[in-house]
């Protein structure tokens, strides 16, 4: 089952289509990492999700029912952390969870088991105006962590926090996951941030999703590529164009030819040294999730 | 019900430490010190004989207090509850809670009103302090010994309840924008207008010119049920109004 789904998800802002027709599918228990370059649609997308604003079309089916018309019972199964932690900083950090123990009518060994989940509990007593910018960061995901919702919507989590701390958010993200099969919707810009946690990825560019699956889905979008260094480049890349490839020159004695399988650069090696070209290296080139993402969101953005 | 006093409990507590409540217990007691100053260093507070000091002073204050300081006061509060959601863009968490909008704008009605009346409770207790004190330091003002408690707490609660109308409608502002600039320069320019308009046959028509109206027929001892009655009306239908408008409202910040 689908915990987040959406069917043709629109909103314009005036003449601007900030979310064009989009279909997301976010399965249970799933980390879904929603990647998009800054002011591709996320936070939009995000607030509908969470109905902040009305949809100009389409519809938000959030653990299988409606959100217009359930949308108390949906938000009790939902934590959000949108865009930078939102605090209010006169109050300590347990006055900030307290709030939301009121507004959710939980238990207050809640906010003890928050705090310790986000390794914030010695520094609850401190206003939080005194707090870094990593310590908001924790406490707003404390806030999302409330009441253990079954869905975790974070819009840029890790924003601000150092190496250690980018590293903590990810394993509890992962363990929320595994462990209490939480579904986490986590958007981000950094496809790098997501790649170690994701289990499905969506990509967003100019208000549409241009991707939509696995991360071997992905990587299936641009096939592998194989590297020679050689003395003529230039003639290599007229004997493999002759026989109808793509050839790039990428260096002054390197060519990239994407290959179908690895039999296939044999028989590329081949055709070079019987027309007197020389290899002097060869090697496959793996593309990264991040070139397939700047590919992807460049060519999205050309067509546009 | 139960509900609601969770919602309105949290409300309570983002009011701790703030600004909301210093400013709600100083400028009440900021103007009876400051009239109390002032009282030190006269010789006669020119009450006539056979009023009652306190009835007298009461009239003083309340005439500072209804026309300007009042509806100054509670445009600063209420820009301050709007602020505390909106500054930090918190009013996006608030909504993205399993609370019905209309109770989170409605816990903000009501603590503008608490505020307000907290002020409201600073002033009399502050004026019954002035009154005592003076006694004591000023024996020849001849503070009366009784104390018209009932005439003095309408005297001041009916402008209040009158009061209520400026307090739903500001509320509304200062949600809407959520600017502490707009709410602030909305209350203002509404006061100044109401000081200007007193006199003139209209101002029974603009409604922050209510609570003086009310204030001068308590002094003249004519009944203000009406205003009472129309403002209490208004009031509850800009608070539906705003209810229903902000509950709609797309939280875009």
Known sequence: ?304 | MKEFFAVFSAELLKAKRSLLLKVSLAIPAGIMLFEWIGALQRNTLGIQPGVNFWSAIAEHISRIWIFLLFPLLITLQTALIGETDYREGTWKVVCSQPVKRWMAVAAKQCLAVLAAFISLICLLLCLLLFGFSLGILKPEFQVSAYIPLAELGWFFLAPFVISLLIISFQTWVSLNWGNFIVSCSTGITFTLVALFLFDHKYSRFFPWDFPGLGLYRLIDGKPVDDLLYLSLALCAGITLAANLWLSNKQVDR
């Open chain 1, 1 to 304: 089952m689908n915990v987040i789904q959406t069917e043709a998800l629109l909103k314009n802002f005036g003449n601007l289509t900030a979310v064009d027709c989009v279909d997301l599918a976010v399965p249970a228990a799933s980390v879904y990492g929603f990647l998009g370059p800054n002011g591709a649609g996320k936070t939009t997308t995000i607030r509908m999700l969470l109905g902040l604003i009305q949809p100009s079309g389409g519809r938000v089916i959030l653990f299988g029912k409606e959100y217009d018309d359930n949308r108390m019972e949906i938000l009790k199964r939902v934590g959000a952390l949108v865009e930078q932690p939102s605090l209010y900083p006169h109050l300590t950090g347990w006055e900030n969870l307290e709030i939301i123990r009121r507004y959710r009518s939980l238990e207050r060994v809640e906010i003890t088991r928050v705090l310790e989940l986000v390794d914030l509990a010695k520094d609850s007593r401190r206003l939080v105006r005194h707090y870094s910018t990593g310590m908001r960061q924790r406490l707003g995901l404390a806030i999302a962590l409330m009441g253990m919702p079954p869905l975790l919507i974070l819009d840029e989590p890790t924003n601000g926090l150092d190496p250690a701390g980018i590293h903590e958010i990810r394993a509890l993200i992962t363990r929320l996951s595994q462990s209490f099969g939480v579904t986490v919707f986590l958007s981000s810009h950094l496809l790098n941030e997501v790649e170690q946690i994701a289990t499905c990825i969506g990509i967003i560019n100019n208000g549409n999703l241009i991707f939509q699956g696995t991360q071997d889905d992905l990587r299936l979008k641009i096939p592998q590529c194989v590297h020679f260094e050689l003395d003529y480049p230039e003639a290599a890349k007229k004997v493999l164009e002759a026989e109808g490839r793509t050839v790039k020159v990428v260096s002054a004695s390197g060519v990239l030819v994407p290959i179908d399988g690895r039999a296939d650069t044999a028989s590329l090696s081949r055709r070079l040294i019987n027309n007197g070209i020389s290899i002097t290296e060869m090697r496959i080139d793996q593309p990264t999730l991040e070139d397939i993402f700047l590919d992807l969101t460049e060519a999205a953005g050309a067509a546009k």
